[in-house]
């Protein structure tokens, strides 16, 4: 079937880096995707990486894609306390639903 | 089991009729619901909050008077389209938090519709 997982919880230090990590359990898959959710607020669209990629950077953002092991991840570079939400991962078969994880929930502590 | 009952799953009608999508908590009393939308080829974005109680929150550019939304009960969020028109056809998501919580977001299976 299909199960995207994720831890819920990450503590992080104000410029540090985060990694967010998540695995998922279809690998047809075609595309997978990162969101972010602040507080009170829906979900936001932060990167997506197509699967026959191995990673892709964006900004302070850089996304590992490991498709033999079928984990995904998001790199945060110097986190700051604006980064505190929550990320969902999710994956994607084409003409099919999304199936996201239960959010990974990043605190930036100062 | 399923947390989110989504429902209708697909709908497809004539240009003109209005439409309406139920969202269901099934195991727990949701304040909070969101509603998203999905064009081919793009992610999904965010149309709107659905607050139990209240008016519903739109995000810029979504018309409120073409998405109607009803959060009536803890458990029940609708999304009416009204007048649909085949610009509109899209697949609609939405999703719950239970309530006095921030997470997990629950996501319902969605609805493909297409207006012909």
Redesign the interface.
């Known amino acids: 079937g299909e199960d995207v997982e994720q831890s819920l919880f990450l503590s992080v230090r104000e410029g540090d880096s985060s990694v967010i990590n998540c695995t998922y359990t279809d690998s047809s898959s075609t595309y997978l995707y990162w969101y972010k959710q602040e507080p009170g607020a829906g979900l936001q669209l932060l990167t997506y990486i197509f699967s026959n990629m191995d990673m892709k950077q964006d900004q302070r953002l850089t996304v590992l894609l490991n498709k033999k092991d079928k984990h995904l991840s998001l790199r945060i570079a110097d986190t700051q306390t604006g980064d505190s939400a929550i990320y969902f991962c999710a994956e994607k078969k084409y003409g099919q639903n999304f199936v996201f994880g239960p959010g990974t929930r990043l605190s930036v502590l100062p | 089991g399923a947390v989110v009952s989504q429902h209708p799953s697909r709908v497809i009608c004539k240009s003109g009729t209005s439409v309406k999508i139920e969202c269901r908590s099934l195991d727990f009393q949701a304040t909070?619901m969101?509603w998203?939308r999905?064009f081919p080829k793009q992610?999904?974005m965010?149309m709107a909050?659905s607050n139990e109680g209240s008016k519903a929150t739109y995000?810029q550019g979504v018309e409120k008077d073409k998405f109607l939304i009803n959060h009536a009960s803890l458990t029940l969020s609708t999304l009416t389209v009204t007048s649909a028109h085949p610009e509109d056809s899209s697949f609609y998501?939405c999703?719950v938090i239970e309530q006095g919580k921030?997470?997990?977001?629950h996501?319902g299976?969605?609805t493909r519709l297409s207006i012909l």
């Open positions: 909070t969101f998203y999905q992610s999904l965010l909050t995000e998501i999703s921030n997470q997990p977001q996501f299976d969605g």
